[in-house]
């Protein structure tokens, strides 16, 4: 290995044979995402072992979710993975849907399937941001929070909260989308392109970012799929899946998108697939906005009012309506008992919600997969036999979320 | 009938006819769910705890299945619901090649609460059992490390079980709750810093 | 005690009548302070944060220090990894009972002076989650001066509760030899 050479040519060989050293990084450092806390056994400057340590964030959401209505239990969805709200909602509502059996609208589907992709160039905006400001670049993390904003602007206008959003609804949306916010979306696609090139014509060919990631972090395909690695991080090693093509939903299999693959497995790997799944993304949201753009006059929510609440105008006109409102907003909707699990593929990887009900309008139990939580298992395999240095460039590469990490 | 439903039919079949003839009765049940809407029913093999490891090794292996992913481990405490057999540990398989699911449901009682690792057969498997081990006591023999991986390791009791309350825990660790400064010598109290208008 | 004595005087700086005299003379844009006065102005404009992104309300302090707000505009873009170079604690997010010993512990580390604003509702008081595992508020383990409500608070109320923390500041008298 390239990183073991260095450090025999540096130290000499016989520098595996010095006493090992423990290092504690975290839970509060610069490069950890959050409150990660990982514990190095150092061999000189190359890493033995790693301890993975959690549980800092842990907000006990799943228990929450036994407490609350399904609608209530939406804004904690949000706080999740914090960087893509949107993924989340619609992983929880889709869940419900599908224990319910609903078909949401058309217009639905698209406007969904474009707030995940935007949400997507969000959660992997900041991960380019961060990632290399770890790396010193600080002029990408400028950039990249320039076009976040932007999108947290277009998230506003359509939710009213820059990324806790609580947008989706079972059976629909808030609100449904209007033509001023189309020319917004428009218009941060049209310019968002440029800036993409840009960056990765600072990256892709510098010396500098290169050498901190290239041959850094290898994991094979057969270790990826047996830690369960999912996202970027198994497209990274060469493993052609993605949920959104080979078990679509949404309006997925209906567009023209391709899956974005690298086979080398490491860091550079996993940053080539992100950045390729940023032009993917930005490619179905011009194909979702065109066909939105068309479809103004359909519904945006389904009509059973037993699941979704009614519009406020005729609330206040008709007595079954607002006996509905009244009954959502008291009771909550029941979802009949039985068992379910949905998967979507969110910008970490699966995210999956497992429901019991009991046939109340509170879940029985909640289980929530997240792909943080299952991709940090990567971190052990992937930083043996590497420079301490390197830890940094594979938690970057990983892109925990500890929001989603801890639950 | 739409080719995912086929493709549902095909599998449930397959499972029924494999995973009976193997191992017999430690199969319990083969549940197909959702009769409302059939294009998002999804299959539940129920299965006893005692054959769990060899019954999922064959699910990993048999070319028929592959289920070489797994997708999520977890436990359903079922004490509000008055089962008999109180948790449920729950495997979400999926196969990568042949892209379908299929989720393991195994009975695990309150005084025995003790089920075989798989850790050997999904790496995956190492801290989500971890973390249900952590939320929900349930010991799984042969995993290598098996420690609280969410909450402190000196916490008590396990949290995603019925019986433990949502909130109102006494923070015990803290006996400076109340008083930050409680105990400390008096040079190390940060300023307490009120309004003076002596400028 | 004054930095410069400046009488009125109606003589224009650097002609014949003001070199004549005795009197040492500071040009009319000179500003008269305490030396106190200008501690506190540089002190108050020059706080560096420690970094204490804890959950969903980092992501909004680092847009608060990022292209788009700028925090540096009032001196305080300058994100400290280490406490003991740090003048302010940011709590950003939730605080769980199994962090609560670590914020402590780098609230111990920082040096005098040190403020802290509890960013978001999570950290002012517990917020939504009202659980087992969270702290419920960051002033349970370390005195809080500045809360800043939201969840998560705008970049433009953490400009304000820093702008606040300022204000505070401007009243507190700095003692040259404490």
Redo the contacts between chains.
Sequence with gaps: MATKRVVEQTFGVGAAGMESMTINMGPQHPSTHGVLRVILELDGEVVTDTKTILGYLHRAKEKHAEFKTYHQFIPYTDRMDYLSPMSNNTAFVMTCEKALGIEITPRCKYLRTLLCELARISGHLLWLGTGALELGAMTIFMWAFKQREKLYDIFEYISGARFTVSYMRVGGVMRGDYPAWHDRVREFLDGYMAVQEEIEFMLNENELFLGRVRDIGIISAQDAIDLGLSGPCLRGSGVNWDIRRDMPYLAYDELDWEVAVETKGDCLARYFVRMKEMREAWKIACQCLDRLEKMQDEPVNISNNKVIFPPKENVKKSMEDLIHHFLLASEGLKIPAGEVYHAIEAPKGELGFYLVSDGGSKSYRLGIRSPSFTNLQGLHPMSKGMLLADIVAIIASLDPVMGEVDR | MSIYTEKMEKLHQLLTNKLREKFGDAISDILVHNDKNPEMSEITVVMDRSVVTEALTFLRDDPSFQFNFLSYLTAVDYLAMGRDVRFDVVYHLLSLTKAHRIRVRVPVPEDDPTINSVVGIWGTADFHERETYDMFGLIFQGHPDLRRILMPDDWEGHPLRKDFPLGGVKSFYFKRATNPHAGEPPNLVPRIRVQQSDI | MELIAAPPTTAKPGTQEATGSLTIQAPENALTK?L??AL?YCRRNSIWPV??????C???M??TA???YDMSRFGAEV?R?SPRQADLMIVA??V???????V?R?Y?QMT???WVIAMGACSSCGG????????QGVD????V?IYVPG??P?PEALIYGIMQLQK?LR???VHLFD
């Excluded at chain 3, 970094?51 to 969903?56: D, E, N, Q, V």
């Excluded at chain 3, 769980?96 to 670590?102: F, I």
């Design positions: 305490t106190s006065e506190s970094m204490m992104g804890l959950s969903c980092a992501i909004e680092m847009g990022s292209s788009r994100f990894p997010g939730t769980t009972k199994k962090m609560a010993p670590v402590r780098i111990d005098e002076p040190k939504m989650y009202n659980v087992y595992s969270v702290l349970e383990v370390v005195p001066d969840c998560p705008r505070k009243q507190e008298p």
